[in-house]
């Protein structure tokens, strides 16, 4: 399974964007870049994927770089309710999903 | 629309007792998995069901840990005998298809003291 790395935690100023980057240099041509997230106590809850072209959704923006060797999820506007942990993934077709540690953002008030 | 229910959140067991959890995906939802957390890890999956049958459980500690889907759509898994090493939250997802987003639901935690 293709690896990603992600860094284990991030702060962010509640109101301000928010960054989470995530590396994955062994991506192949058929994976596609999931991202989900984990509040506390809860399960993990989809947030948005892509495969070359960058996505938005309601709830965030999924920019991949050309290469495709990295991306990075973008939270437009945090918000205390988006403290939990982010788990970037790559998945090709039907193959499971396989989480790492991901990276746990702390919303500062 | 409802979500994954799974019952019974919280569990607490002997090692070597038996311990079993249920999960309802959402209605519909072809694609069942189970996932086992340890605290501090991300999920890693146990087994898949498509319908009623197995599509992955090669990650499944099949001495002890047994699942079944037997209507295509409620689910149980199993742990006898448990071992302290087993706890962990048990996270019942659910999706539409073999490829499509999948839905989690809040978890089963077990605790084998």
């Known amino acids: 399974d293709a690896k990603t790395t992600q860094p284990n935690s991030m702060e962010s100023n509640e109101e301000e964007p928010v960054h989470l980057p995530c590396n994955h240099s062994?991506?192949?041509?058929?994976?596609?870049i999931h991202w989900y997230r984990q509040l506390p106590s809860q399960g993990p809850e989809y947030v948005i994927h892509g495969l070359t072209s960058n996505v938005n959704n309601r709830m965030a923006s999924l920019a991949i770089a050309e290469d495709r060797k990295s991306s990075t999820l973008i939270l437009h506007r945090a918000t205390l309710r988006d403290a939990a942990v982010y788990y970037c993934i790559l998945r090709e077709g039907a193959n499971n999903l396989f989480f790492g540690t991901g990276t746990r953002l702390t919303v500062i008030p | 629309e409802a979500g994954v229910a799974q019952s019974p959140r919280y569990k607490i067991i002997e090692k070597r007792q038996s311990v079993a959890f249920w999960c309802n995906p959402i209605?519909?939802?072809?694609?069942l998995y189970w996932y086992q957390q340890i605290l501090g890890q991300g999920p890693k999956l146990l087994i898949q069901f498509q319908n009623n049958g197995v599509v992955d459980d090669s990650q499944l500690p099949k001495d002890r840990f047994s699942a079944e889907r037997l209507k295509g759509v409620d689910s149980t898994l199993k742990i006898q005998p448990a071992k302290l090493e087993d706890s962990a939250v048990y996270l019942c997802a659910s999706s539409w298809s073999i490829t499509g987003e999948l839905f989690f639901g809040e978890g089963s935690r077990l605790t084998v003291l």
């Open positions: 062994t991506i192949s041509g058929t994976d596609y």
């Open positions: 209605s519909g939802h072809a694609t």
